[in-house]
């Protein structure tokens, strides 16, 4: 049984990463209790500094956090990444970038997460994730 | 001056029949994009169609990690596809973005211990370039932690005309 994301839970858990404290990551609840990770507009997750995009490898890693902590948060189980694809829709400026993960389908052994990431306008999606997580309780 | 020193000591060399400027390559792997800069990848090696980079030690690894953080493999797969695509185009202004990335995770990685990759791009078109990545520990390195597969984009050339 899967339960409400709570911002307060994704953060203690973010808390507790230093690599994903590193980046920056933290929820933050919206408008309609809808809860949101938000990557941080910092310097350092820039790719090249002429362009001043956001380096793809930090946004995959935010795509595939983003659906890790969502399952951990509301399961409260271990989720172990066996496969993320991240789709790069258009160059990510440096600027705050709002992730969002679906639950596509919790099983006893896997959950595959979808999520979709962007900045201002929500409609304008910057970059999507699918991921396939292993839950096992024996993990 | 950026250095490049390969494991075993020896500068980083480009490939026989390269046009590509040496320090540019070490510039684009190693400075330019702040991301490794901060994490900090290393070049290890050129090939014709690849490259090799690699991270010593993980600095935003809590002591008791046992593994290293997924995003700083999926970062180090991405990178090192962009770099092996820019190998093969030969040429830095068609060298374009990552549009695609997937991430499989073999087996655990192990925390302390240095992690590199190795890319490959074994197939380019005029639009873009695909690329093979594996994660490995330099002390195993027939022992794959993880694979990669990344999209790169291959500028100057219009949409159709691949």
């Known amino acids: ?139 | 001056m950026i250095f490049a020193m390969t494991d075993r000591g020896h500068p980083v060399r480009l490939p026989e029949g390269s046009s590509l400027d040496l320090d540019m390559i070490r510039d684009v792997a190693m400075v330019s994009n702040w991301a490794h800069r901060t994490l900090g990848t290393r070049l290890l090696g050129l090939e014709a169609n690849g490259a090799v980079l690699g991270i010593d030690l993980v600095g935003t690894a809590s002591s008791d990690a046992t593994e290293w953080p997924n995003g700083v493999v999926t970062s180090l797969i991405d990178h090192a596809c962009a770099i092996a695509a820019l190998m093969t185009l030969d040429d830095r202004a068609r060298f374009g973005g990552s549009v695609g990335l997937r991430v499989e995770y073999i087996r655990p990685s192990r925390a302390h211990m240095p992690l590199h990759v190795r890319a490959e791009c074994h197939h380019c078109t005029a639009s873009v370039a695909l690329v093979h990545a594996e994660v490995f520990h330099p002390d195993e390195p027939a022992i794959v932690v993880a694979v990669g597969r990344g999209t790169i984009a291959v500028n100057g050339v219009s949409i159709g005309t691949a």
Not at chain 1, 69 to 91: C, I, Q
């Open chain 1, 1 to 139: 049984m899967t339960a409400v994301l709570s911002a307060d839970r994704v953060n203690e858990l973010v808390a507790n990463d230093p690599y994903l404290t590193a980046l920056g990551l933290r929820a933050e609840e919206q408008s309609g209790a809808v809860v949101v990770l938000v990557l941080p507009a910092l310097e350092r997750h820039l790719g090249i500094p002429e362009p001043g995009v956001v380096h793809g490898g930090v946004i995959a890693a935010f795509l595939e956090a983003t659906a890790s902590l969502h399952l951990r948060a509301t399961a409260e189980s271990a989720a172990r990444t066996v496969e993320f694809t991240s789709d790069f829709l258009r160059p990510v400026p440096l600027a705050p970038t709002y992730a969002q993960a679906v639950v596509l389908r919790h099983g006893r052994r896997f959950a595959s997460v979808r999520v979709e990431a962007w900045q201002a306008d929500r409609d304008r999606l910057v970059a999507v994730g699918v991921g396939r997580f292993l839950v096992d309780a024996g993990l």
